[in-house]
């Protein structure tokens, strides 16, 4: 007894219906990555001019009327900053082998 039969007209319905069904899919797939891609372009475009009002809004401000609290504390940051680089350097372990009795029968590559 066989089952399915290329002469069935079920089968080639499966198969049918099974093809639409996958390029269907991706056909609902290819809509969503359009709308988020829409979407992102949006967001870019609104980041972008908050970006450029931002630079304008720093751009337009005279800092040299800022106070000398302000111009004090900025160069209190800064040499922190700087320091704190300063120190990571010495914080670097360097070990030296020091030479004992030990040594040769530890390391005999000494």
Do not use: C, H
């Not at 319905?13 to 639409?20: D, E, K, T």
């Not at 900025?74 to 922190?80: D, I, P, T």
């Amino acid at each position: 007894m066989q089952l399915l039969s290329i002469t069935d007209p079920q089968i080639w319905l499966l198969a049918g219906i099974s093809v639409l069904v996958v390029f269907s899919i991706l056909l609902i797939l290819v809509a969503i990555l359009n709308v988020f891609t829409v979407i992102a372009k949006e967001t870019t475009a609104k980041a972008k001019a908050v970006k450029n009002t931002i630079e304008t809004s720093l751009e337009a401000k005279n800092f040299e009327k800022a106070s000398d609290e302000d111009k004090a504390a900025v160069a209190m940051a800064l040499y922190l900053y700087f320091e704190e680089m300063d120190n990571r350097e010495s914080r670097v372990l360097t070990i030296v082998p020091y030479p004992s009795a030990w040594g040769p029968q530890l390391n005999p590559r000494l």
